[in-house]
T-cell receptor, first 110, second 115 residues
């Protein structure tokens, strides 16, 4: 079966850097995605890694190591508005459904 | 570009009642998904449509849940009869593929409370 593990919550201060880890177990692997969800809002797509390495998009970066079945989301220069839940997700087969982790609740303090 | 629309935004019903949710995907998106998100958990796929055909409904409780996507655009998800454990947010998403990568866009969801 498919399973993803990520920390349930992380706290950091404004301006800091935070890393949210995700480990996965899948029968097949077709990329690791990250989504952000503010309280009461819809999940929004942040990033996608199909190959090993780092992908950077502004203050957010995402890393993947397929040999370690591991990835992380890195958030730099944290802002209060970054307080939200962050989900990693894998696709179980090409064109197949996304399997989401339980989510990491990030709290950014002043 | 308009996003994924869902209605109603909130619904409170009693157990054993029926409820229906509606979704209008982003124009031109062939793939539509319904997810169930229980508080404190990640979204769980209920059903995936490609145009008006079902691609995956393996996690849909078919004894009480049904969904359709007539004409390959709007979709409805129905629960009949509802149980207490159906209390959740029901998210609709549609997707497109660019450069071999699929991106899903989620609607605001319908928050269902079953009493």
């Amino acid at each position: 079966g498919q399973s993803l593990e990520q920390p349930s919550e992380v706290t950091a201060v404004e301006g800091a850097i935070v890393q949210i880890n995700c480990t996965y177990q899948t029968s097949g692997f077709y990329g690791l995605s990250w989504y952000q969800q503010h309280d009461g809002g819809a999940p929004t797509f942040l990033s996608y890694n199909a190959l090993d390495g780092l992908e950077e998009t502004g203050r957010f970066s995402s890393f993947l190591s397929r040999s370690d079945s591991y990835g992380y989301l890195l958030l730099q220069e944290l802002q209060m508005k970054d307080s939200a839940s962050y989900f990693c997700a894998v696709r179980d087969q090409g064109g197949g459904k996304l399997i989401f982790g339980q989510g990491t609740e990030l709290s950014v303090k002043p | 570009e308009a996003g994924v629309a869902q209605s109603p935004r909130y619904k409170i019903i009693e157990k054993r009642q029926s409820v229906a949710f509606w979704c209008n995907p982003i124009s031109g998106h062939a793939t539509l998904y319904w997810y169930q998100q229980i508080l404190g958990q990640g979204p769980k796929l209920l059903i995936q449509f490609q145009n008006n055909g079902v691609v995956d409904d393996s996690q849909l409780p078919k004894d009480r849940f049904s969904a359709e996507r007539l004409k390959g655009v709007d979709s409805t998800l129905k629960i009949q009869p509802a149980k207490l454990e159906d209390s959740a947010v029901y998210l609709c998403a549609s997707s497109h593929v660019t450069g071999g990568q699929e991106t899903q866009y989620f609607g605001p969801g319908t928050r269902l409370l079953v009493l």
